[in-house]
């Protein structure tokens, strides 16, 4: 295969994973396209990348899903590749296929590899001959409810009834006993068909606490496909993550290489190219079993870029052009523990609900193995239109425990007012026995979370002001000075009032 240089990169997609792209771009002497919606006509990554167009009104079907638009974009500005993120056409396979009709790059798989892993059915059965460990239940879809109990009595309770072309919980419910199955599937099988336009649900064991553990990999298009270890991804809310570390607490080098060794041949079964997370669900044995491949970059990819050193787009960048990977998989190694927390714009003490304002604070956290992957500066507004997340807070430590400690302190470091947040959930979870311990599962909000334990905690954090006043106050009349204790104590009174 020839190689073709990719000279210009429009990235469709807004916010930190467009200046994610940008900047790995710009270090490869790549020139950069932003789009933008009229939402984001101020947005950082506007006036980072070296042209920015305008593709229409805030509404993402109007604008970041506009494919029209894009590819039009594209050919006035001669864009010779795309890079589309994650979310919004990442894992369109029409988009996909339409890009590389225009004799455009597309920065990711196959369109094959995205159609056939974007449908949960047609993924299971096309693992199913690489000894993939499944959980148990059936490979085809379902749409009688007499079959689903069948199933169910088969496998046992309790079972989950998923949407086969689901996502993000959407479409998913767990019948407890024979007498919920009904109502239960008709729910799921609604809920599909609202969100994807496809009733398709399959029925399968529940696994009741499970752990999720993904395996990153990436694929050239030579046929050599390596596993880059695992994240941690168990702490989650509305079966969506907030919490993520690598490697895993739990994860033994037997079970990393089995791990790893599954996601090569769950790669191999759709011909992949390019970077892909596999997802793994993980019962209290450690016993591990398939559940979906994403196609695409991860939102948590920077804990594997900083216990690797590998820079994920910058591979991903260099597949698309045709080359081989540059090292194998005896050439990894996974270089200390590395944490990241998604900044969501939500309300913990409201069920996690979206928020909105204006960011009129927003000071990031620094020093050392620090990194901040955003998309906002202060004074910006918060759209209703997209995702919450403000940013990423990934740390890096030589082992867990100062990775953990690192990030309790960048935490404590990030200021933001005028929206509420998830840093004091994220700071409660980081400080939590069971997380500590490593001892949780993706059920850790329902058992261990209350919006008071949050209350708890601002309390703490007052005493702590009023502390640390009356001791500056003490060694200012012994005629000593505290270097910054002033601003310590205003950037606790504000984290307080949140």
């Not at 509404?59 to 864009?79: G, M, P, Q, W």
């Not at 795309?82 to 296929?97: D, M, R, V």
């Not at 993904?214 to 390596?226: A, K, M, V």
């Not at 910006?380 to 995702?387: G, K, L, R, S």
Request: aromatic share 8%; glycine share 8%; hydrophobic share 40%.
């Amino acid at each position: 295969m020839t190689s073709k240089k990719i000279h210009k990169i429009l990235i469709a997609n807004r916010g930190e994973i467009a200046i994610r792209v940008m900047r790995t771009a710009k270090e490869m002497g790549i020139k950069t396209v932003a789009i933008y919606s009229d939402a984001d006509s101020a947005s950082p990554h506007v006036a980072y990348a070296d042209e920015a167009v305008n593709v229409g009104p805030p509404a993402s079907s109007e604008s970041y899903l506009n494919t029209k638009r894009i590819l039009d974009v594209c050919k006035e500005l001669n864009v010779d590749a795309i890079h589309p993120g994650y979310g919004f056409l990442s894992e369109n396979s029409g988009f996909a296929k339409q890009v590389e009709d225009h004799g455009i790059t597309f920065i990711g798989p196959s369109t094959h590899a995205i159609e056939v892993m974007g449908d949960k059915l047609a993924a299971k059965n096309a693992v199913a001959k690489y000894d993939i460990p499944m959980v148990p239940g059936v490979n085809h879809a379902v749409t009688e409810v007499e079959e689903a109990k069948s199933i169910a009595n088969e496998i046992g309770y309790p079972v989950l009834i998923k949407a086969s072309a689901g996502g993000g919980g959407k479409g998913m419910r767990v019948a407890e006993q024979a007498e919920e199955l009904e109502s239960q599937m008709l729910r799921a099988m609604s809920e599909a068909k609202s969100a994807f336009g496809d009733s398709s649900v399959f029925v399968e064991k529940y696994i009741s606490s499970p752990r999720h553990i993904e395996i990153q990999i990436l694929g050239d298009q030579h046929g050599n496909i390596l596993y880059l270890f695992e994240r941690e991804c168990s702490i989650q809310r509305r079966h969506q993550k907030v919490i993520e570390e690598a490697p895993s607490s739990v994860i033994t080098p037997e079970k990393r290489k089995q791990m790893g060794e599954a996601a090569v041949g769950v790669a191999k079964a759709c011909g992949y190219y390019g970077a892909g997370t596999v997802e793994f669900i993980m019962d209290e044995n450690l016993d591990f079993f398939f559940l979906e491949m994403n196609t695409r970059l991860q939102v948590e990819h920077p804990v594997t870029e900083e216990i690797t050193g590998i820079d994920l787009v910058k591979e991903q960048i260099f597949i698309a052009e045709g080359k081989a990977i540059g090292f194998k998989q005896e050439d990894l190694k996974i270089n200390g523990h590395s944490m990241e927390v998604r900044v969501y714009a939500e309300n913990p003490r409201e069920n996690f609900l979206p928020d909105t304002g204006t960011l009129n604070t927003y000071v990031v956290p620094q020093g050392p193995g620090v990194r901040v992957d955003d998309g906002y500066e202060q004074g910006m507004e918060i759209p209703i239109y997209y995702d919450p997340m403000i940013s990423k807070l990934i740390t890096h430590g030589a082992n867990r425990e100062q990775a953990r400690l690192r990030m309790l302190r960048a935490i404590d470091e990030y200021q933001i007012s005028g929206v509420a947040t998830t840093l004091d959930f994220c700071d409660f979870a980081l400080r939590h026995d069971a997380f500590i311990s490593g001892n949780f599962d993706t059920k850790f909000v329902d058992k261990y979370f209350t919006p008071e334990a949050l209350n708890d905690n601002s309390t703490e954090k007052e005493a702590l002001a009023i502390a640390l006043a009356a001791h500056i106050l003490h060694e200012k009349s012994n005629g000593n000075e505290l270097l910054n204790g002033s601003e310590k104590l205003s950037k606790w009174k504000l984290r307080a009032k949140q």
